[in-house]
């Protein structure tokens, strides 16, 4: 089956590309430690694909502090977690590409599909020159630009934007609840990686497991009448 009418493949960072999850984790936990709030890991599910400040505000809401701080305290609050958070990013290397995420990206790439990426994350330009990925992407939507964080189809509509792609014709592959919702809201397919994704329109447990055939298939089927 020909490749023509998928337009583009655009990719979440934090959980599919590289597992940063786990950094963001470590780095609120410190900061909701620090304010007497406990997180866990069931709750840290809620924060991913969600922007920095409104993770705050889900944090500061989970303690019953919604109402303790003014605008710029939260700031300063924010500003204290991203400093945590690119300090464990320093960690960060090559080898922290999630297993066949490689093999697949060079996949779509052979078939000519363009990829780009959609990470709320400011810090998605430090993390994608730590693993020397940059220059696979045509082309990175700005998450400094983007006024709704997922689960807004904003950013996945701004990436097929910048690849000139229609998003009905193009694929989206994330990690989170919130990332599945952006990428439905969009009309685009949505893949995702992981467990407890509904609607996802193809599932896989782990990076490993993404084939490019499989899943172009599975677009095109859900094309037919
Ligand atoms: P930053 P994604 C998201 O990235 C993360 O999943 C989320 O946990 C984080 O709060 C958000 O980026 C903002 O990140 O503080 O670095 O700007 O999943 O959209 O790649
Ligand atoms: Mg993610």
């Keep these: 089956m020909a490749d023509t009418r998928i337009e583009a493949v655009v990719f979440d960072l934090d959980g599919v590309i590289t597992d940063t999850a786990r950094f963001h984790y ?20 809620r924060l991913k694909g969600v922007s920095r400040m409104d993770s705050l505000e889900e944090i500061l809401r989970e303690g019953g502090q919604q109402d303790r701080f003014s605008l710029e305290e939260k700031e300063q609050l924010a500003s204290e977690k991203n400093e945590q958070y690119c300090r464990l990013l320093t960690q960060l290397t090559p080898e922290d590409v999630l297993p066949g995420i490689p093999e697949f990206i060079a996949s779509i790439k052979a078939a000519g599909i363009p990829v780009g990426l959609a990470s709320v994350s400011r810090n998605a330009g430090t993390v994608l020159e730590s693993l020397q990925l940059g ?26 934007a910048g690849l000139g792609a229609d998003p009905r014709y193009s694929i989206g592959v994330e990690d989170a609840p919130a990332g599945i919702q952006a990428i439905n809201a969009s009309g685009m397919f949505a893949v995702g990686v992981g467990k407890q994704l509904p609607g996802a ?11 490019w055939e499989e899943i172009r298939d599975c677009f095109f089927q859900t094309l037919l009448p």
Excluded: H, M
Excluded at 204 to 211: A, E, F, N, P, R
């Design 26 to 45: 470590a780095a609120w936990k410190q900061l909701a430690g620090q304010l007497g709030i406990t997180i866990d890991e069931a709750f840290n599910e």
């Design 135 to 160: 220059p696979v992407f045509d082309y990175i939507a700005d998450a400094a630009l983007i006024r709704n964080s997922k689960p807004d189809p904003e950013i996945f509509l701004t990436a097929c």
């Design 201 to 211: 329109d193809y599932l896989v447990q782990s990076t490993d497991q993404l084939c």
